[in-house]
């Protein structure tokens, strides 16, 4: 909507009046201009203000349209209510008609004696949907136009207050002091008061706690005594007026005064021109009737300053003075301009840092459910004796921080035992991170446990940090430990006693605290034996030893396992598959799966992926050759390998087979045969077996 006259003389006239019969501001009234909208809310942002909760922020609002006084809901929560019934649209008003909002009503009433005032010819006065003032629009283009004879040019009428200044550059900006030597000590002065509320407004998290700093940091300059920070509730909407103004900090001087609404007239030459405006005799100010607060301020000056940055408006900071003999000035204005233009830096600041403390947060929430997520997928699976043993181990070591060697062959899951050693440890927030020693060669390797400095070696481009580092205060898993080069285990045993180290090719002492978990396939003792591994590593890696057990020693648990894998890789590859058929499963149980768990995930995986239905059946199993000379035989258990001898000889002889196949390593040997090494002792006492020449 956009309302225009055009004529030789443009007429403002006072040709209504709302008056409120009854409700929280019984006896109120105000007069209606025809070139202005008039609304009615909550917030003390609006013309008249109504406080009721009842009553919405902006409740509705009364305008002139085509000859005809008209009032519009603005969507207000309970309705704008004309003879009991809620409106829609728009409705006409005319003499003595009544609307209700909450437990107010407000009269209309037709003032035919209202003051005219004339504006210069060919002055266009227009009221847009926004609701901005044009004729304010209109005085301030004067004002920019013959700046020295303002007060001349004041024929938007005599009822406005007077602008004295308007201040559209910041002053402190690139100011040469050099050459403003008249007002160098009081410039200097103010820069240095604007640089210590700079410094106070960077220190503070919460936006109402700065706006008090600003207007506290402008009474120590300004001749203010009552002073408002307010901000638009969305500074990106298309459309910006003093309606969308929140208060967000209000102070005075004098504890009793409370904040009212400021002349609308002011405000939009603020907005519309974004400078900072010195206005006096607001007490003239036609738009309020004598019984406004803003009266009752006995406000005698004011200072607009437009909170801003270079592409948009955040709000506005509103400086008052009651003293006639102490006025706000232009210097005060423009000073206020500048401290607005910190305060929008500091907001934008704010807001930045709220954006990335809630990135952080969400951040964090990923994190845990991905950590959630691998506690799931590191759960070690099955039902067997051994895995129960192993978990109740681990949940007996992980707290400790002990260092913790894992020995079993190529596949059985030494990693997975590793990481659920870290997910049960007290470094379970910190990193879990893996290297495989046997992947690189010796500088490769050193390089990437400790680290190198740029231009240590060709290639050398920049720092690298290495594992350790990225491992500090959390969990550090070396598999195929074995493989280390003498150099690399010298340096690795001084990290595993506590002692600093040095990058590749630096100087600088470096100190971590990460707990160092060891996994190896080799036989680590003849590689002591051998001098291929060093003696004092091997005892400091074994502080705690853990061996899992091949998947062929624990068959209960390849069912357990397959049907794991399965839904696990059904949910990844987007399949359906839900059974494995029994024929099938006997398949799985009876090869000898020489590969160990690794290889069973990956059949499984592969028989999702190929399965053409919903079962999984013998066709679908893929298996290799390797394992079939380890499957187990029905005839191993027929008369023609029966021997007719006691158990104690059976048992001697599996004690013995088993002290073979650990090269006689006693406790290795006693947790495979699922005894105390004290009860390994006195059983080869009293088979009286000695350890053999060979194995020593």
Known sequence: MKISR??????????????????????????LHSGQITTIGRATTNRLVIPDEICSRNHCEVFFDSGIWKLRDLGSRNGTRVNGEPISGDIQLTEGREFQIGNTTIAFSLNPKAKTNTLPKHKSVTVDEAGEDTVARAAFDTVRTSQPAVSESRSAADTHPEIVHVCEVNPFVDVDIENQSSQRENVGHKAQRLVQLGLKMGEETDVRRLSEIVLDGLFKVTSADIGAVLLFSDPNAPR??????????????????????????????ALESRAAVVAHDIKTDGKFSPSDSLKEMRAESIVCAPIRTADRLLGMIQLYSTNPDNRLKADDAEFTLAVAEQLAIALENLKERRRLAEGLARVENENKGLREQLLIETELVGDSDSIRRLRERILRIAPTGATVLIRGESGVGKELVARAIHQHSNRADGPFVTMNCAALSESLLESELFGHEKGSFTGAVTRKIGKFEQAHTGTIFLDEVGEMSPAIQAKFLRVLEGHPYERVGGGAEVKVDVRVVAATNRDLENSVDQGRFRKDLYFRLQVMELVVEPLRGRRTDIAILAKHFMQRFSKKCGRSVTTILPSAMSTLVNYGWPGNVRELQNTIERAVILCAGDTLAPADIQLSALGRSDTPSSSSSTNSNYRAVPIEV???????????????????????????????????????????????
Do not use: C
């Open 650 to 696: 059976i048992e001697q002889e599996h004690i013995l087979a088993t002290l073979e196949w650990t090269k006689w390593n006693k406790s290795q040997a006693a947790h495979i045969l699922e005894i105390e090494r004290s009860t390994l002792d006195r059983k080869l006492k009293k088979y009286e077996v000695e350890r053999p020449a060979r194995n020593r």
């Open 6 to 31: 055009e004529s030789d003389t443009a007429i403002i006239k006072t040709t209504a009046q709302l008056m409120i019969s009854s409700g929280p501001a019984e006896g109120t009234s105000i007069p």
């Open 240 to 269: 910006l007026n003093h309606r969308n103004l929140d208060l967000v900090a209000f102070k005075s001087l004098d504890s009793s005064r409370q904040f009212e609404r400021v002349s609308d007239y002011v405000t939009s030459i």
